[in-house]
């Protein structure tokens, strides 16, 4: 049971995450506080799943946190952009690390 409640929470998290999303538009007092939300449960989801070695998770995470989050559109196109400059460079650094190379006897 201990180990299903993780995926239970996960799969449940975003559905729950995407409702909230569409009641911030329909309530227009309560949208900047309503994206926060989001966005903060996004963060905390981020955590868990990089934790847990779950990455693509935290990736689509990483975009539901920029997506809601209470910066002008502008700022989070430059977010986005920046993210992803990032990630290819780790991605680029990572396969092109230099291996030692084994001698033969």
């Known amino acids: 049971m201990l180990k299903a409640a993780p995926r239970i929470i996960k799969w449940i998290s975003i559905p729950t995450l995407l409702l909230a999303s569409l009641f911030s538009h329909s309530a227009e007092a309560y949208e900047s506080a309503l994206n926060l939300v989001v966005c903060l449960g996004s963060v905390v989801f981020v955590r868990r799943a990089a934790g847990a070695g779950e990455y693509y998770w935290a990736t689509a995470f990483v975009a539901l946190a ?40």
């Not at 992803?84 to 990572?94: E, F, K, N, S």
Request: proline share 10%; net charge positive; with cysteine.
């Open 66 to 105: 920029v997506f809601f989050s209470p910066v002008p559109l502008i700022s989070k196109i430059f977010l986005l952009m920046a993210l992803t400059c990032v990630a290819t460079l780790a991605t680029l650094i990572a396969v092109f690390r230099p291996r030692p190379v084994a001698h033969a006897a």
